[in-house]
């Protein structure tokens, strides 16, 4: 029987049983047969009917497990119920949470720095702030921090809850701090609370904001925001930032200082002018923008009036008191190092309570800066010269087997040039590249295009202006050499020692530049962004002296790597740092390092270096001089002591012919035609190490070539020449100019003598010449760090 049927069936039977019970059961023999025949029709009926429900409960299958518990009824009546309970929480939080006092200033700390022996240095961190009433800030100033920060400042409650979600979200997740913060909210975290990332911190700020922004006025909140707030250069508050970026009063500040102000807040030393790379201030100046449109946008400014706004650079930095000479110098290069160390930002170190002990030694510090002051200030009269006064000299000494470093020369005075001349990385490396270039060959295993193993032996053609030659085409570079002195055929060796510019322009190619820049970068130089050209042969790339005090280290250290390190160590109430080890893994072979170092004390022996030689001290090194003589270096060292010492010409304030700052010519100054790396750099080098070193050491060298080791026979073809004896290292020093390999190759006439040559042949008999790549060395083709010094 179908379904409509059967409900037919039923309509039916319950009319009879109606009409039955309406007629009062008295229809005899016949209605009860009716009734019966209706009772049995029902009772199929229900019969069938209950046998459809019992197929259709059979068909649906029963819930089981986990589906018994989670319904859609009770997920969203357990949502409910969580939001229920969460307002009932906040609504306790609020009454329970009262805004506190203000304990900013209260934790203030200053941080101390110290000699290695424990005497301190200098104390820094005590707050630069002034706190001034809003009525001294301009309107439009004022509105520069609300057009950068929260623009509906004005109109809300002090909170915004959809950011404050997103930052405790981010905390309970693990992703870090993030923006959206009223400045109702900022202001309460500067003042009333910590820089914690956590849900507890973020929740008292939103309870506590909410009280502040009914208790106080927008005023009041806005003037305590822009008191607290760190502005970078240790400026907290808008009174000290205005004199460390624009040297006035925030009362004088123009909109557009107050808009710079304003947008450095977001990454005070990332926006810092002084401080910032390109990028920085590329993205300090879009900040700047975004701030000017923004109060255009809420009509605080006139359009017309924004479109001839000019971005106002600001005034360089002035240091802190109590950092004058070279105090300021080594601090700021501690802090530097601590922070990167800490992973610490400018505010969070400035907040104080760090105890830095450096590595600085405060003899050795005396004595470098004894050596500066002897040997070239006192040689320049400023006043009178402006050569004199165009020279920078910056000095870096490292302990080859700690990576210690135990002194520093950043310039005369930090008060009167801010930047550190020992870590600037905008002068030109020059000739103390070339060792590099060497023990790239010999960590390769290279040839010279004829297939020659390059060694210290090795002959090359030193003619000037020799095109470099690549698989038999001239690739395009032809270097002179200094004053286009052509040395004709001579051995790595003596290239070394008289800095012959044609002869490590063919080795780089040799080498291949991939590889030399390669090697560079293991030894601790800043390769990154740089191409692998053959002008780099020439040492174009930018260095500081204190990283080529780490390279120069790595070679003296038998090729362990060495990154100098100036803090010892760093204490903290609440916080751990840990310091890096300044001594790395071997990144070249030991028998390569040793070989570099032979071969420069040959440079010191008898080549460019020779004012550094003494008798009875193993001394190895390189002099360079930068293009236009703009830099001169002389980096060396001895068994127990690495130093690099370099002098920058750079156009002081006031000097009427070059920009400040502008990187010029040293020609003339202190009396000399010309400012090389055998002059002052050496001289300086010499009178510092003799003094700081103690008694004499001698190297140990792994090696069977170079200048420090005793030839056994002299070379007789372009072929290296392997010694029939095991090398000996002399007993003693020589005190005349030593016979090396290097000096006369014997594949001329025996009848020539170095004093019947012409000099372009064999000019050994005459005075060592200093470094020729002063003569012309390229702008390096791509490298962003170089720029402008600073004062």
Do not use: C
Not at 697 to 704: A, K, R, W, Y
């Amino acid at each position: 029987m179908g379904r409509a049927e059967d409900r037919q069936a039923r309509q039916r039977g319950a009319r009879r049983a109606a009409r039955g019970r309406s007629s009062g059961g008295g229809a005899g023999t016949s209605g009860s047969g009716t009734a019966a025949a209706d009772s049995k029709s029902s009772t199929g009926t229900a019969t069938a009917s209950r046998s459809e429900g019992a197929r259709k409960r059979a068909a649906k299958p029963k819930k089981t497990g986990i589906r018994r518990f989670f319904t859609w009824k009770k997920l969203l009546g357990a949502f409910f119920g969580v939001i229920l309970l969460g307002m009932l929480s906040f609504v306790v939080l609020y009454l329970v949470i009262d805004i506190p006092e203000g304990n900013a200033a209260a934790r203030k700390q200053s941080n101390v720095y110290k000699y290695s022996n424990g005497e301190v240095i200098a104390r820094t961190g005590d707050i630069n702030r002034e706190v001034v009433d809003l009525s001294k800030v301009p309107e439009d100033v004022q509105r520069t921090f609300v057009a950068a920060e929260n623009k509906s400042f004005y109109k809300d409650k002090g909170v915004d809850f959809k950011g404050t979600a997103r930052g405790v979200l981010n905390t309970v997740t693990g992703k870090g701090k993030q923006g959206g913060s009223t400045i109702t909210q900022q202001y309460v975290k500067n003042y009333y609370l910590d820089q914690d990332q956590t849900v507890t911190r973020k929740l008292k700020e939103l309870v506590i904001s909410l009280k502040v922004d009914r208790e106080k006025t927008k005023d009041d909140i806005l003037a305590g925001y822009i008191n607290t707030s760190y502005y970078g250069r240790g400026a907290y508050g808008i009174q000290a930032a205005a004199q460390a970026y624009y040297n006035k009063d925030a009362e004088k500040l123009s909109v557009e200082q107050g808009a710079y102000l304003a947008a450095l807040l977001q990454a005070p030393n990332q926006y810092d002018w002084a401080l910032a790379s390109d990028t920085g201030k590329k993205l300090a100046k879009a900040r700047w923008n975004y701030v000017l449109d923004n109060m255009v946008e809420e009509g605080w400014l006139d359009s017309g009036k924004r479109a001839g706004m000019k971005f106002p650079t600001p005034h360089t930095p002035k240091p802190p008191s109590g950092v004058k000479g070279q105090t300021g110098y080594l601090i700021e290069e501690a802090k530097r190092e601590v922070m990167k160390a800490g992973h610490l930002s400018e505010k969070q170190f400035e907040a104080g309570g760090y105890t830095i002990t450096l590595n600085i030694d405060k003899k050795k510090q005396q004595q470098l800066e004894k050596a500066v002051n002897k040997k070239l200030n006192a040689k320049l009269d400023d006043k009178k010269s402006k050569a004199d006064a165009r020279v920078q000299a910056g000095a870096a000494s490292v302990d080859p087997k700690t990576g210690k470093v135990l002194a520093m020369y950043g310039g005369r005075n930090y008060i009167g040039h801010y930047t550190n001349n020992a870590t600037r990385r905008d002068y030109q490396a020059a000739s103390t590249f070339k060792p590099l270039i060497l023990a790239a060959a010999l960590e390769n295993g290279s040839t010279t295009q004829s297939g020659t193993p390059i060694t210290a032996n090795t002959i090359y053609d030193g003619t000037s202006k020799r095109p470099v030659v690549k698989d038999g085409k001239k690739v395009g570079f032809a270097p002179p050499n200094e004053d286009g002195r052509s040395y004709g055929q001579v051995n790595v060796q003596k290239a070394m020692n008289k800095s012959i510019n044609s002869v490590f322009a063919q080795m780089g190619v040799d080498v291949g530049m991939d590889n030399v820049m390669e090697t560079a970068g293991k030894l601790g130089m800043d390769v990154e962004g740089l191409q692998a050209v053959p002008a780099q042969t020439l040492g174009s790339m930018g260095a500081s002296p204190l990283e080529m005090a780490g390279v120069y280290a790595t070679l003296d250290n038998h090729g362990k790597k060495v990154t100098p390190s100036i803090v010892k160590s760093v204490e903290h109430k609440d916080r751990q740092i840990d310091l890096p080890d300044p001594i790395g893994e071997q990144v070249v072979k030991r028998g390569v390092a040793d070989s570099i170092t032979s071969v420069l004390t040959g440079v010191v022996d008898d080549g460019t270096g020779h004012a550094v030689r003494d008798d009875e001290q193993d001394v190895a090194g390189k002099t360079g001089t930068s293009d236009d003589n703009k830099s001169a270096w002389f980096t060396g060292y001895t068994p127990k002591l690495v130093t690099s010492v370099g002098l920058f010409g750079e156009a002081p304030k006031g000097d009427g012919t070059y920009k400040q700052g502008q990187q010029v010519s040293m020609k003339g100054a202190g009396g000399l035609p010309r400012v090389d790396g055998g002059s002052f750099p050496a001289e300086i080098w010499a009178a510092y190490t003799f003094n700081a070193m103690g008694s004499p050491s001698e190297f140990d060298l792994d090696t069977d070539m170079g200048a420090a080791i005793a030839p056994t026979t002299e070379p007789t073809t372009q072929a290296p020449q392997t010694p029939t004896t095991e090398p000996t290292k002399p007993t003693q020093k020589p005190t005349e100019t030593p016979t090396k390999p290097t000096e006369t190759p014997t594949t001329k006439p025996p009848t020539q003598t170095p004093t019947t040559q012409p000099p372009t042949q064999d000019p050994t008999t005459e005075p060592p010449t200093d470094d020729p790549t002063q003569t012309w060395i390229p702008d390096p083709p791509d490298d962003p760090r170089r720029g402008p010094g600073k004062n």
